[in-house]
């Protein structure tokens, strides 16, 4: 009996093997076709290719330049210490100190900064990023932004009521144009039943909101180098696995009296599927995959004045989960034989393949 053994996978590259300037990603003009970072194919979210994109997003996707104002800059002090990068601690979890020399690199840092009190005591740059680059800060952008908006608002600087673009107008022909930084209060439609039932209160005509979203994913396999064992085929590559859908949502709003008011949205939070072709390669680990959810979410408003409003409602949900795989029966059986075969004069050499559907269900619900 012939046993195939599992490709090894090599470990990953480190900080250092992975910096873009050695890789030579996008040098040359044009870059040779594996030196490439684009949008188009999705490589600018692979590893290794994110480190050059995260310091060249600019060249990659559409951005907007925002002006720093007509203040004057304000040129932050420097008291560089040599002594931070020997600073030792213990990672969380971990059973052997680092220094903050091997941190940078163990977390694949870009650039860093360390200000204390006012003063630049700590700069450091690696990859395609310098002091002149700008690096992408995804979500931490509202972390920072939002913490500094409070800070302005409670000194009476920022009008949590104006508009974003009364402050940045550089983003007045975008959605955030609109934006409030109390904009959840704000209660344009029946979808206010999801983000604010308080809001409901406001309404004196019945309001209704529908949407469908279309969702149309993409999944392919691609197998490279697997090899058969006892005697069973391969099989396909699985074709397309994604499957496209439409995800409802309906909101409706009904005032009671002129203080009271009742809403319900129903919709789908989320949801998605993978199908693969019968006989695929992966058949034994999956065939469908598929995630269905539904919503329903009864909200009550009350009018306590003109200044104030309540809301409250209860989300009810119920999850119904599908995969379908085919049971492996051929493997069973020739685990079996080998130990079999331990005991005996004669081993089986080969054994037939057969593949079984299986299928399992599962369904949730909570409030």
């Not at 996978?9 to 594996?34: I, N, R, T």
């Not at 003063?119 to 310098?130: K, N, P, S, T």
């Not at 700008?134 to 931490?140: E, K, L, R």
Request: aromatic fraction near 10%; charge should be neutral.
């Amino acid at each position: 009996m012939n046993a195939t053994a599992a490709p090894i996978e090599p470990p990953p590259l480190d900080a250092h093997d992975s910096d873009p300037v050695l890789l030579g990603w996008m040098q040359g003009s044009p870059p040779p076709p594996d030196k490439q970072v684009r949008f188009d194919d999705g490589g600018m979210y692979t590893f290794p290719k994110l480190r050059w994109a995260y310091s060249n997003i600019r060249r990659l996707v559409p951005t907007t330049n925002v002006r720093r104002g007509g203040g004057p800059v304000c040129v932050l002090p420097r008291a560089d210490r040599d002594d931070i990068d020997a600073l030792t601690f213990m990672p969380i979890g971990g059973s052997v100190p680092m220094t903050w020399a091997q941190s940078l690199a163990a977390n694949y840092t870009d650039g860093i900064v360390v200000l204390h009190r006012g003063r630049i005591v700590h700069e450091r740059y690696f990859g395609a990023l310098d002091a002149q680059r700008q690096h992408i800060a995804w979500s931490v952008t509202k972390s920072f932004f939002g913490t500094i908006a409070a800070s302005l608002i409670a000194e009476g600087s920022l009008d949590a009521r104006a508009p974003v673009s009364h402050y940045v107008p550089e983003l007045a022909a975008s959605g955030l144009g609109n934006a409030y930084a109390g904009g959840a209060a704000v209660a344009e439609d029946a979808s206010t039943v999801w983000a604010n039932p308080a809001g409901m209160s406001r309404f004196t005509t019945i309001q209704v909101a529908a949407s469908v979203s279309g969702v149309f994913p993409s999944s392919k396999f691609q197998n490279d180098g697997s090899l058969p064992a006892f005697g069973q085929s391969l099989g396909g590559d699985g074709g397309n696995g994604g499957e496209s859908a439409a995800l409802p949502a309906m909101y409706i709003v009904a005032p009671i009296t002129r203080d009271w008011a009742f809403g319900l949205g129903i919709g789908v939070p989320f949801g998605l599927e993978t199908r693969w072709d019968d006989g695929w390669l992966g058949r034994y680990q999956a065939l469908q995959s598929k995630i269905e959810t539904l919503n329903v979410n009864p909200s009550i408003s009350w009018r306590i004045n003109d200044q104030f409003t309540l809301g409250a409602g209860v989300n009810w949900q119920r999850i119904k989960a599908t995969f379908t795989n085919n049971g492996n029966y051929s493997a069973a059986l020739a685990n079996a034989f080998s130990i079999s075969a331990a005991a005996l004069p004669t081993a089986m050499t080969s054994t037939a393949a057969a593949d079984r559907s299986a299928t399992g269900r599962s369904e949730s619900r909570r409030a």
